[in-house]
Nanobody
């Protein structure tokens, strides 16, 4: 499976962006998909996840109520809708896929297919 993340850009605080993660060379139907982010000088951290089969969703506490993860079966694509963005959301955002179990579903090590990352900058 190859993943392509897109949709990043510059947005003012309080604004919104929608990131996309499109899969090719395979289907996401047997995977969980996670969004992670990495700010300069910081470790990669979990943002949101979705299990393709069953649609289970899970979020980092820092984004609950502001971000929403969803999928489009027909387009083999996962979206991350980001609202009420804050400067601390600035990071490179990555999507990843793996056959994860819930106890490790927020750990980058549980995912083995990664997209190339898309930069989100929240600044006035």
């Amino acid at each position: 499976v190859q993943l392509q993340a897109s949709g990043g850009g510059l947005v003012q605080p309080g604004g919104s962006l929608r990131l996309s993660c499109a899969a090719s060379r395979g289907t996401l139907s047997s995977y969980a998909i996670g969004w992670f982010r990495q700010a300069p000088g910081k470790e990669r951290e979990f943002v949101a996840g979705i299990r393709w089969s069953g649609g289970n969703l899970w979020y980092a506490d820092s984004v609950k109520g502001r971000f929403g993860i969803s999928r489009d079966n027909g387009k083999n694509t996962v979206f991350l809708q980001m609202n009420s963005l804050k400067p601390e959301d600035t990071a490179v955002y990555y999507c990843a896929a793996g056959r994860v179990i819930m106890s490790t579903a927020s750990s980058p090590e549980a995912y083995y297919y990664w997209g190339q990352g898309t930069l989100v900058t929240v600044s006035s």
